[in-house]
């Protein structure tokens, strides 16, 4: 994937001998870094990035559902992810307003969470306090309000309903990415692990969007395109480091 107007050639030698900050790896996670400490006014070092695939397109970022949510159950990991989603909000002043940088916005069909047993409920019930002490806008519904939302869940077996619809949902974080990134990249040994994740399409799509629903089994589904879905489980395949050009499906090795 390539941005309009966007430089995908990178550096191969870095310009400078030394650097006070050395990142590993230029997806996500290391250009936001690279850029908020560029952007920092009591940052005053140099920062180098190195990322064996400039494409990334082996990269976590790639490969991931590109999923926001604020259901967390400490504070800090709230208020990462509260910050995160004012920072893809501001998308566009983030990198000077340039006429080149589209909308990104938020697609906030939610996230909820099924609970199917009484001590997983109270877990969600002190989750939701103090989500909602940092402002988040997770609530404990019924079934009736499921229902009411959702026509489409049977809820006749699950014990309580985690949902939040503000400021959760997907974006499309390789086209920020893209815009953070400068890079010089070298060869880089990576660890990598089987993950799997799967998109499928239907004739007959649901009336409204899916929110990321995960249910007391793991397994997760949410909306993905118009007519597409995106579901995902636990591990399926033994958690063990593989080549990162391995990408052949193993089940139940």
Sequence with gaps: MSTPG????????????????????????GSSIARHLQTNSDFHGSVLVVERDPSLQFSATKASNNCMRQQFATTINVEIAQYTTAFVK???????????????????????????????????????????????GTKIISAKDVKRKYPFFYTGDLDARSLNTKDEGAFIAINMVEWMRKLAG??????????????????????????????????HIRSYGLKDYLVGCLSISPNVVVDVNDFSFVENA
């Design 186 to 219: 070298i060869d880089l040994s990576i660890e990598a692990r089987r993950r799997y994740t799967y998109i499928f399409s239907v004739d007959d799509p649901l009336p409204q969007d899916l929110p990321l629903t995960i249910d007391p089994t793991s397994v």
């Design 90 to 136: 501001r998308y566009g002043s983030n990198f000077g307003y340039d006429p080149r940088v589209p909308d990104d916005p938020i697609r906030n069909f939610g996230y909820l969470y099924l609970s199917g047993s009484q001590s997983f409920t109270k877990v969600l019930q002190k989750d939701q306090q103090l989500q909602a002490d940092c402002g988040a």
């Design 6 to 29: 966007f430089s995908t050639k990178f550096r191969t030698t870095p310009r400078l001998s030394h650097y006070d900050v050395v990142i590993v790896g230029g997806a996500t996670s």
